[in-house]
């Protein structure tokens, strides 16, 4: 489903990130850019070593951080490991760090130029964080970022199953209405 805001479009569908052909795909990662299950895995297995060159010269990304890479074999150009904070219950800062993570993967795309990107549901999967507050936490920090100047056309979130479809769905509906 699209929804404009200011100008710009956000899609949410539920699908397989790595046959997005967007600009770039954005990857929860974890901190040390070796790869791993869920999508950093299929990210991995899909767009082959490349990435994983990219990620070991690198060498580490803190939580609320992002890095850029080469898409490898995937249809996008490039890809954005973020690290989304493992949840612990939502008093240790997971919230702020959640939202930098989205904050610094829109800028690295902003600072190529880009026009599209597209955005797993970070920390929901083994990290734990509640998929109903992290929905918020990511439309909240995609919305304000497309209020502003920004070379991004198109935010596409990329969900797995038709669960995590229905809350993201819901929440962009509520943001849209409350920024009305």
């Not at 901190?31 to 899909?46: F, S, Y």
């Not at 060498?59 to 890809?79: E, F, H, K, N, S």
């Not at 991004?152 to 943001?175: N, P």
Request: charge should be negative.
């Amino acid at each position: 489903m699209d929804f404009e805001y200011k100008g710009k479009t956000v899609e949410i569908l539920e699908g397989d990130i790595t046959r997005i052909a967007a600009d770039a795909v954005v990857n929860a990662a974890n901190e040390g850019l070796r790869g791993g299950g869920g999508v950093d895995g299929a990210i991995h297995r899909a767009g082959g070593p490349a990435i994983m060159a990219e990620c070991r010269r690198i060498g580490r990304c803190p939580t609320g951080q992002a890095v850029i890479t080469t898409g490898g074999d995937l249809p996008a150009a490039y890809v954005i490991p973020t690290v989304g904070p493992v949840w612990r219950g939502g008093a240790r800062g997971e919230e702020d760090l959640l939202r930098s993570a989205y904050e610094k993967s829109l800028a690295l795309a902003v600072e190529r130029g880009l026009r599209t990107i597209a955005f797993p549901s970070i920390s929901t999967g083994v990290y734990g964080y509640p998929i109903e507050q992290a929905s918020r936490v990511a439309i909240g920090a995609v919305l304000d970022h497309l209020a502003g100047e920004t070379s991004l056309e198109k935010v596409i979130f990329v969900l797995f199953g038709a669960a995590d479809y229905a809350v993201y769905e819901e929440a962009m509906r509520q943001a849209i209405a409350s920024r009305a």
